[in-house]
Structures are given as structure tokens and as C-alpha cells.
């Protein structure tokens, strides 16, 4: 058994799914993504922001969120992005509007994929490749 949230809670003053359709939302959620034949960064960008408006966990979504997606990057041939102290404004006004404006977030994770990207080639660490 997964140990999903008991309570409501939410993420950046925005209401989260119900304890209760948690499972049920998961389920859509996983079998949508990996039904998909190629995961494009902007999937796993689109991803990340579902799994947060679910916001599954009664605590640390936004780290395992994260590191999920930075998990699905490397998995998919993605240089992964890490959100920095300097960039978390820009991160949840994305989150925040994603349904309007999509933009917000992806161009902020795009940055910080540029931020890692730049980083592995100073360590010579080759990128991610399928």
C-alpha cells in the first residue's frame, strides 16, 4: 500500500486533490505518462506540475517532485534541471500558472537546465543520452 496524504493540504495557497481521489488522480496520472511513446522536457515539466497540483504526500512533495523529475530526465536523455534558491519565485509562479500560462514554468526549468548543463560541462560530464 502507498502512503498517500490523510488530510487535505495545500501547495502555494492553491486547494490540492482530496485525500480520498488521491489513488484514483495517481493512477490517471502514471498511466497517461508512461502510455506515451517519447517523453519530451516539456512532458516531464507538464508532469511534474500535475504531480504537484495532486500533491499526493501529506509532506515534501516539492522535494520528491523534484527528484522525480530529475530522475525522468536523466531516464528519458534529458539534462535534468535543479531548481536554485535564486529561481524558486519564477518556479512557483510557473506552478501556480501553468494552466494559463505554461510558459512560466518551462522556461524557468529550461534555465535551470542550462544552469546544470553548464556545471556537468565543467566536471566533463557527458549529457544524458537515450
Known sequence: M?????????AGGRE???????????????????????VSFADIVGFHHDLE?????????GRVGRLVAFKECLRHGHVPFLIEDSK????????ARWESEPGYL???????QDSVAALMGAFRIPPPCD
Open 88 to 95: 524558486k519565485a519564477f518556479y512557483y509562479r510557473g506552478l
Open 106 to 112: 518551462l522556461d524557468t526549468c529550461l534555465d535551470s
Open 2 to 10: 502507498t502512503d498517500y496524504k490523510r488530510r487535505p493540504n495545500v
Open 16 to 38: 490540492t486533490c482530496a485525500p480520498e481521489d488521491v489513488p484514483r488522480e495517481m493512477g490517471r496520472l502514471l498511466s497517461a505518462y508512461e502510455a506515451r511513446d517519447e
Open 53 to 61: 497540483r495532486i500533491h499526493p504526500f501529506q509532506d515534501g512533495n
